[in-house]
């Protein structure tokens, strides 16, 4: 059942291309260049309507909201927020029937996300959930349910579905951003050229998934890991951090890099190594200062960088590197190495990889 892999996580990792090519299946019109995402029944005028856009989620899923929120100010030009849901359902927030609410889980039960919903059911703003499981609470809960359709994950780590939820966010950004005329028909088309290289793209980086093995090899005895990256990146280096935590008990912080010289920093030396996420987009040259601030203190960086990146793979003391992609989908592909790489380390570490301590894989409780 775990197809020839020796755990589900790593079998639930290598399906990443296939859960991609599940969430794009019958929502985008690849000839014209359009996402149609038919499962969000509402008219062109309608979605123009919309005036504010909330995501929230719990754990990976929080992490997805946040790359969420960047997608749909980016593509859609739409004021965006995240936020966990179990600080949202407890304050009083503001919704109107102009705010559109995106719920996501892998499970559907998650309990402080199931609560959240339920307060915006009360307040006639719109809800919209992203989950894998058609039949759970969150998905009858929601006016609309986009559903990956990836295959049950097993692993308590969550990975494709994660990639599922970005997938089914690009999707959701770029209709509302057609829906107001913020995307005009060539910068669709091109964004569709993007999501149609996606799955191959993933792939790609998966064929060379042994090349972590090593990395994980030589640091799997440290104590504490620093994850960085910037803008739709910074998630991705949160969620990279969080996969650490769960499955190899190792303490991982992650922090926006710019928030580096106001704290963190202090932390560097030759015993904590840096995980830095920067691919060739807007904010390359800040993550090259953020880097090369680490090296100058004597810490070891470990880099996810786009392919032939010359300039920062000198610098840094290692290298993974990613297809090169747009830039609303790089979170997609700069995700998979540091899966692998908390992967391998937990395994190293002889965790109990599939069912962690302290965990299960769906959290029903408050
Ligand atoms: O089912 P959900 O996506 O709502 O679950 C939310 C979190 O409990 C979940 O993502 C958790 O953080 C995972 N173990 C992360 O790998």
């Given at each position: 059942?775990?197809?020839?892999?020796?755990?589900?996580?790593?079998?639930?990792?290598?399906?990443?291309?296939?859960?991609?090519?599940?969430?794009?299946?019958?929502?985008?019109?690849?000839?014209?260049?359009?996402?149609?995402?038919?499962?969000?029944?509402?008219?062109?005028?309608?979605?123009?309507?919309?005036?504010?856009?909330?995501?929230?989620?719990?754990?990976?899923?929080?992490?997805?909201?946040?790359?969420?929120?960047?997608?749909?100010?980016?593509?859609?030009?739409?004021?965006?927020?995240?936020?966990?849901?179990?600080?949202?359902?407890?304050?009083?927030?503001?919704?109107?029937?102009?705010?559109?609410?995106?719920?996501?889980?892998q499970s559907g039960e998650t309990a402080d996300t199931v609560a959240a919903m339920e307060t915006v059911r009360q307040s006639g703003a719109r809800l919209v959930t992203i989950c894998n499981a058609p039949n759970s609470q969150a998905a009858r809960l929601a006016d609309h349910?986009?559903?990956?359709g990836c295959g049950v994950e097993i692993g308590v780590a969550s990975t494709k579905t994660f990639l599922s939820s970005l997938t089914l966010l690009n999707l959701l950004a770029m209709r509302l951003g057609t829906a107001r005329s913020h995307l005009g028909s060539a910068a669709?088309?091109?964004?569709?050229?993007?999501?149609?290289?996606?799955?191959?793209?993933?792939?790609?980086?998966?064929?060379?998934?042994?090349?972590?093995?090593?990395?994980?090899?030589?640091?799997?005895?440290?104590?504490?890991?620093?994850?960085?990256?910037?803008?739709?990146?910074?998630?991705?280096?949160?969620?990279?951090?969080?996969?650490?935590?769960?499955?190899?008990?190792?303490?991982?912080?992650?922090?926006?890099?710019?928030?580096?010289?106001?704290?963190?920093?202090?932390?560097?030396?030759?015993?904590?190594?840096?995980?830095?996420?920067?691919?060739?987009?807007?904010?390359?040259?800040?993550?090259?200062?953020?880097?090369?601030?680490?090296?100058?203190?004597?810490?070891?960086?470990?880099?996810?960088?786009?392919?032939?990146?010359?300039?920062?793979?000198?610098?840094?003391?290692?290298?993974?590197?990613?297809?090169?992609?747009?830039?609303?989908?790089?979170?997609?592909?700069?995700?998979?190495?540091?899966?692998?790489?908390?992967?391998?380390?937990?395994?190293?570490?002889?965790?109990?990889?599939?069912?962690?301590?302290?965990?299960?894989?769906?959290?029903?409780?408050?």
């Amino acid at each position: 059942e775990r197809g020839g892999y020796r755990h589900f996580m790593l079998k639930e990792i290598m399906e990443q291309p296939q859960a991609v090519t599940a969430a794009l299946r019958d929502r985008v019109d690849f000839g014209r260049g359009l996402v149609t995402l038919p499962d969000l029944t509402l008219t062109d005028r309608e979605l123009a309507g919309v005036s504010r856009v909330v995501l929230i989620g719990c754990g990976t899923s929080l992490n997805a909201a946040h790359v969420g929120r960047h997608l749909v100010e980016r593509l859609a030009g739409i004021p965006a927020e995240a936020e966990s849901a179990s600080e949202f359902r407890y304050r009083e927030p503001f919704l109107d029937p102009s705010t559109l609410v995106v719920a996501i889980g892998q499970s559907g039960e998650t309990a402080d996300t199931v609560a959240a919903m339920e307060t915006v059911r009360q307040s006639g703003a719109r809800l919209v959930t992203i989950c894998n499981a058609p039949n759970s609470q969150a998905a009858r809960l929601a006016d609309h349910a986009l559903l990956m359709g990836c295959g049950v994950e097993i692993g308590v780590a969550s990975t494709k579905t994660f990639l599922s939820s970005l997938t089914l966010l690009n999707l959701l950004a770029m209709r509302l951003g057609t829906a107001r005329s913020h995307l005009g028909s060539a910068a669709s088309r091109k964004l569709v050229e993007g999501l149609a290289r996606l799955p191959g793209n993933v792939a790609q980086l998966l064929e060379s998934a042994d090349d972590v093995e090593p990395l994980a090899r030589s640091y799997y005895g440290r104590n504490n890991f620093l994850y960085l990256g910037r803008g739709i990146n910074a998630p991705v280096a949160t969620e990279g951090a969080l996969k650490l935590k769960e499955i190899s008990y190792i303490h991982a912080e992650a922090y926006a890099a710019g928030e580096m010289k106001h704290g963190p920093i202090a932390l560097i030396d030759h015993a904590m190594p840096t995980l830095a996420i920067a691919p060739q987009d807007g904010l390359y040259d800040k993550m090259a200062n953020n880097i090369q601030e680490v090296k100058a203190r004597d810490g070891d960086v470990l880099a996810v960088l786009t392919q032939g990146d010359d300039r920062l793979s000198d610098l840094v003391d290692h290298s993974v590197f990613i297809p090169e992609t747009a830039p609303n989908l790089t979170p997609l592909l700069a995700t998979v190495p540091l899966q692998l790489f908390a992967y391998h380390i937990a395994v190293r570490r002889g965790c109990d990889v599939d069912q962690p301590r302290n965990l299960a894989k769906s959290v029903t409780v408050e």
